[in-house]
């Protein structure tokens, strides 16, 4: 899992996407459907975020690392924490699916 700030290209993109999140979750449509999580969101790089343009993808769709951000001892425990937490909800949310390409 690579660190907020981070910097890639993602599979057929033309264009650089920072890191902003890790393991967005949105309510599903309706009440008997799982919640869907993606591995990540992120932004235009170098424009920042813009509320219409934010991007929501997973680890592999990240074709190309061209930075990564970041990262101590608390990212290390944050990761930890955080890949303990989604084995214990996955039957519980979702892991969505990016339809193509980010162009």
């Known amino acids: 899992m690579l660190p907020i ?12 996407i920072m890191i902003l999140n890790r393991g967005p979750i949105f309510s599903a ?7 869907i999580m ?3 969101s992120g932004c235009l790089y170098p424009q920042g975020l813009d509320p219409n ?5 997973n680890e592999e ?4 690392v061209l930075y990564e951000g970041y990262k101590d001892e608390e990212e290390d425990r944050f990761q ?3 890949h303990h937490w989604v084995e ?5 949310i979702k892991k969505g699916t990016v339809p193509g390409p980010l162009r």
């Open 5 to 16: 700030g981070s910097v890639v290209y993602l599979n057929e993109g033309r264009t650089k």
């Open 61 to 64: 769709n990240i074709d190309k």
């Open 29 to 35: 449509e309706t009440p008997d459907e799982a919640r």
């Open 38 to 40: 993606y591995d990540y």
């Open 53 to 57: 343009n934010v991007f929501y993808f």
């Open 80 to 82: 930890e924490v955080y």
């Open 88 to 92: 214990e909800n996955k039957t519980s």
